[in-house]
């Protein structure tokens, strides 16, 4: 059974920094990872798909890296402002069907002004 | 496009009540997914829909959940009854790809049982 984790689970940066989020799954067998972000009280933005072939994707600021073999993603957030303030999911797709899915639990960001 | 939209976004409700939940997704997409929300235990798929038609409802906790789609623009989540262990946060989902593709979800509906 798929496993996604998410560490840290809560981070405070100061505006400005660039900062990476780490995403790990125990099952490398996988057909794509996704990226969300959720503001408080609101449904979940996906940001960012990767496919199992690629090993990363980039919109403006942010760049997630996919590593299979090694079970692990990456979202790396560059010039970090407190507009990005926010918790960060990642889910994994490992076919089968929609509970093929797996949502880690997220990281709560928090970029100080 | 408006985005998949849900309601209610607030439900306050007494234990045994029925609780119905509604979704409309996003227009085209073929595919719909209703998740719980709790901070315990993260986002859980409840049921998913291809085409309006249910494939895996494995994720309903129990009888006193259903889920209709009775066409591609609406969906419904009925409790009933209704009890305290279930308030969380209920989002749907649509997709236009089935389960490989990017997924929308809606803002979700925070249902509080006392």
Known sequence: ?113 | DAGVIQSPRHEVTEMGQEVTLRCKPISGHNSLFWYRQTMMRGLELLIYFNNNVPIDDSGMPEDRFSAKMPNASFSTLKIQPSEPRDSAVYFCASSPSGTTGELFFGEGSRLTVL
Not at chain 1, 24 to 32: C, E, P, R
Not at chain 1, 70 to 82: D, E, M, N, V
């Open chain 1, 1 to 113: 059974k798929q496993e996604v984790t998410q560490i840290p689970a809560a981070l405070s940066v100061p505006e400005g920094e660039n900062l990476v989020l780490n995403c790990s799954f125990t099952d490398s067998a996988i057909y794509n990872l996704q990226w969300f972000r959720q503001d408080p009280g609101k449904g979940l933005t996906s940001l960012l798909l990767i496919q199992s072939s690629q090993r990363e994707q980039t919109s403006g600021r942010l760049n997630a890296s996919l590593d299979k073999s090694s079970g692990r993603s990456t979202l790396y957030i560059a010039a970090s402002q407190p507009g990005d303030s926010a918790t960060y999911l990642c889910a994994v797709y490992s076919g089968g069907g929609a509970d093929g899915l797996t949502f880690g639990k997220g990281t709560h960001l928090i970029i100080q002004p």
